[in-house]
Nanobody
Framework: QAQLVESGGGTAQAGGSLRLSCAAT????????IGWLRQAPGMDREFVGA????????RYGDAVKGRFTVTRDNSKYAAYLQMDSLKPEDTAVYYC????????????????WGQGTQVNVSS
C-alpha cells in the first residue's frame, strides 16, 4: 500500500532552520510530483512548495518564497523541505503529498497524503 511518511518536525526559534523529510513507501511514485502543504489551527490548508518528478521544476507559495526549498532524491524515494529564516507564522502541521500533476498540488489536490508533522516556531 502506497504511503508517505513525514519526519523532521519539531520546534525552532524564529530565524532558525528545520528540514522535513518525506519517505515514499509501498508503491511506485514514478512520474509523480511531490508537494508540501501546511495547515495552522483554524486556518485553511496552504500550499508551501512542490517539485516535479525529475526535479527540474519547482513551485512555491508566496509566503515562503526565498526561505523554503523543496528537493527530492528519487534513488531514496524521498523528498525534502528545507525551511530557513523561520517565522512564528510558519507554525503549522506540514503534509507531504504526491500527484501525477505538479500543477494540481498548489490547488491542494493529490493522490497520496502523509499524516503530517508538527512544526512550531517560537518568537
Amino acid at each position: 500500500q502506497a504511503q508517505l511518511v513525514e519526519s523532521g518536525g519539531g520546534t525552532a526559534q524564529a530565524g532558525g532552520s528545520l528540514r522535513l523529510s518525506c519517505a515514499a513507501t509501498g508503491g511506485t511514485y514514478n512520474g509523480y510530483a511531490i508537494g508540501w502543504l501546511r495547515q495552522a489551527p483554524g486556518m485553511d490548508r496552504e500550499f508551501v512548495g512542490a517539485i516535479s518528478w525529475g526535479g527540474g521544476r519547482t513551485r512555491y507559495g508566496d509566503a515562503v518564497k526565498g526561505r523554503f526549498t523543496v528537493t527530492r532524491d528519487n534513488s531514496k524515494y524521498a523528498a525534502y523541505l528545507q525551511m530557513d529564516s523561520l517565522k512564528p507564522e510558519d507554525t503549522a502541521v506540514y503534509y507531504c503529498a504526491a500527484s501525477p500533476s505538479l500543477g494540481e498540488l498548489p490547488q491542494g489536490t493529490a493522490k497520496y497524503w502523509g499524516q503530517g508533522t508538527q512544526v512550531n516556531v517560537s518568537s
